[in-house]
């Protein structure tokens, strides 16, 4: 290194280098409340609520008349859109950290320390901790005060005993001496989360605000106004001139609006978006925990830990940096300063890319959703598909929030890498050779070439140029083709040239690709591969598969059109048990009774009501007081005799009830 270069730049001292490093040593901590005696006792407590919980589904499958077995009862009602999606997403999310804590833990399953057959407790673990949680969820399904109080108390326990762990135990010696405690945060926040609504539901039940069915309420305003306003008649929009383009300003403003979503009232997410949304939010913190921990204290101890015995080891592999070693040491210690930023920088750039992404799917769901809803379907699949389940689509709806979590992380661990290893090529071999006047190898190299790259430069230059002026003219507002002698002429002097270009093209071409590819990694709903090979990439593959179920299960129109149709149901099985009352004589009579004035709304849906019963029961008419004065020899079998004069005045009348009935069925 040359010795002017040193005297020009100091390498800055970062801190005072410790004589020896000091490596905490972290022991295995054991907490108050043993690990192993709490999951043998929540999980005897959880199978006494499961019980608790069956038998009320039983209780309320024999109230509504209803016949089978008490068996386990489904967690959450996926397809439903109106449904409050607190709960399922706090459990989810308390699954999924205790999914990234098995991972690291020494003993996956807390019933057993037996380190050689880990690999089978690992595959055990996978299975015990969605039946632990599995009560928690399912305390919300049945919408009964009973099972907001047994949810209460089993997110106030969960919740308590991991705050006590935590205070307890804050160092454990996994990775880093505090990344139990911070993996553990979204885990507790997701549990504060249950142990408040669980209690604001029991609330809302006891004053009568909470709805106490646990079907799917097809008679939510949700449904109803999706309808009301894709039906609304949209107002005109004075049209611009076409050929007016939008400026850069206003460009770059709808870009960034592109990547923000923001909530609508006539639109809700289906619950396995929003489950997946949360989901991939703690896969990030998580992945982020892990790679901050895992890399940057090692580089910090490694930093602090250069002394004077690497310029001898630098010397043994001919690199001489300076005669002192004091600067030898000053400026390897600076260097691996310059890699700890680069690190901490790229996983900084992937979190939030991967945070852009995120927002970004949010808004393409909601319009691929939409899209699909009113029968777009070409424009979001590229070709012509039927909306209907099937066994592929069905396995892909199951595993599509699982699938997105894993597609994130392994995302973000790839693009951490790729991006720390173009800022190291860029800080050490563009800014600090240009910094530190020296090391300049990358400029040379380029600097040597120089009549290459002018030639090439020239070669495009005249390209477009001539294009621009020359082989082009405009001619009653068209374009056309000129001196086409020249052009062809000049297209066969430039092909060796072209060459050399498309091969800088293609090299850029790699690299576009490649960065383009390894940022939207993470995201499911776009395919990586070109639209006709698209179904060769499996996650957009699955995503596809994934908004066939929830389109055709789970579809707005459908469900306003069902829930209207139940309403109808109804209303018809109420006037025929009034018929039904009526003619069984079932009749409450009242001795004094107060005269209200009746609207004539109420009364003429009293006449059409009373119309329905005499048309479906020919037996009341001669109850009716108009009839008392007809013979014996007009009614037949209790019913009215048509046949007979008197009956026959009267038979006009009785085909406009008979026509007026059928049309109001």
């Not at 062809?488 to 060796?496: Q, R």
Request: aromatic letters at 10%; glycine letters at 6%.
């Amino acid at each position: 290194m040359d010795e002017d270069a040193l005297l020009d730049y100091e390498y800055p001292v970062l801190d005072p280098r410790p004589e020896k490093v000091q490596i905490e040593i972290i022991p295995p901590c054991d907490p108050t409340a043993d690990d192993r005696l709490y999951h043998i006792c929540i999980t005897a407590i959880s199978l006494v609520v499961m019980l608790i919980l069956a038998i009320l589904a039983r209780r309320t499958k024999l109230g509504d008349g209803q016949k089978g077995f008490p068996g386990l009862l489904s967690p959450v009602n996926f397809l439903d859109h109106t449904q409050h999606k607190g709960l399922a997403v706090a459990v989810f999310g308390v699954l999924f950290c205790k999914l990234c804590g098995l991972v690291i833990s020494p003993n996956p399953l807390p019933f057993t320390t037996d380190p050689e057959n880990k690999q089978n407790w690992m595959i055990l673990a996978l299975f015990y901790y969605p039946a632990l949680y599995y009560p928690l969820l399912a305390c919300g399904t049945l919408h009964n005060k009973v099972g907001y109080v047994l949810g209460s108390l089993l997110s106030w326990t969960h919740f308590g005993v991991l705050v006590w762990q935590k205070i307890d135990c804050p160092k454990t010696p996994q990775i880093h001496k505090h990344y139990s405690l911070f993996s553990s945060l979204p885990q507790i926040a997701c549990l504060a989360f249950l142990s408040f609504q669980y209690p604001l539901l029991l609330f809302k039940g006891l004053k009568g605000a909470e709805k106490n069915n646990a079907s799917e309420d097809l008679n939510s305003s949700y449904y109803r106004d999706y309808v009301k306003r894709i039906l609304k008649k949209k107002p005109t929009k004075v049209s611009t001139s076409s050929a007016e383009k939008p400026s850069l300003s206003q460009r770059i403003i709808d870009a960034v609006k592109s990547y923000i979503y923001t909530p609508e009232d006539v639109f809700r997410f289906p619950l396995k978006l929003a489950i997946s949304g949360v989901v991939s939010f703690i896969a990030l913190y998580q992945m982020a925990l892990i790679l901050v921990l895992a890399v940057v204290p090692t580089l910090q101890i490694a930093r602090m830990g250069v002394n004077e015995e690497v310029a001898y080891m630098l010397t043994g592999f001919r690199i001489h940096l300076s005669s002192d070693n004091a600067e030898v040491v000053r400026i390897v210690t600076y260097y691996m300063w310059c890699v700890e930023v680069c690190y901490t920088s790229a996983m900084t750039l992937s979190c939030l890319v991967n945070l852009a992404m995120l927002m970004r799917s949010m808004v393409l769901h909601r319009s691929n959703l939409r899209g699909l809803y009113r029968g777009d379907i070409y424009n979001v699949y590229n070709c012509q598909r039927s909306i209907r389940p099937s066994r592929p689509a069905l396995v892909c709806w199951m595993g599509y929030t699982s699938f997105t979590a894993a597609h994130l992380c392994l995302g973000m661990i790839i693009q951490t890498i790729v991006f720390f290893l173009c800022l190291l090529i860029a800080v050490f071999l563009i800014i600090m050779p240009v910094l530190h006047g020296q090391n300049l190898m990358l400029f040379k190299i380029l600097g040597n070439m120089w009549p290459f790259w002018l030639m090439l430069l020239l070669a495009a230059l005249t390209q477009h140029i001539s294009a621009r002026f020359c082989f082009i003219k405009k001619t009653a507002g068209t374009r056309d083709l000129d001196n086409r002698g020249s052009l062809f002429l000049l297209t066969y002097l430039l092909f060796p040239v072209n060459v050399l270009i498309g091969v800088l093209l293609g090299l850029w071409r790699m690299v576009i690709t490649g960065l383009f590819n390894i940022v939207h990694l993470g995201r499911m709903d776009i395919s990586l591969l070109n639209r006709s090979v698209e179904a060769f990439d499996p996650a957009y593959r699955c995503y596809a598969h994934y908004l066939k179920i929830e389109v055709s299960q789970s579809h707005p129109v459908m469900k306003a059109f069902c829930g209207m149709l139940l309403q109808c149901v109804g209303q018809e099985g109420n006037a025929a048990q009034r018929a039904r009352d009526a003619e069984e004589g079932i009749q409450l009579v009242q001795q004094e009774k107060k005269q209200h004035k009746v609207s004539s709304a109420k009364r003429a849906r009293g006449h059409w009501q009373l119309i329905y019963t005499l048309v479906n029961n020919p037996s009341l008419v001669g109850t009716r007081k108009h009839f008392k004065h007809q013979t014996t020899e007009s009614f037949v079998n209790g019913s009215l005799n048509r046949a007979s004069k008197k009956g026959s005045k009267k038979e006009p009348g009785t085909k406009e009830v008979e026509a007026a009935a059928v049309a109001s069925d």
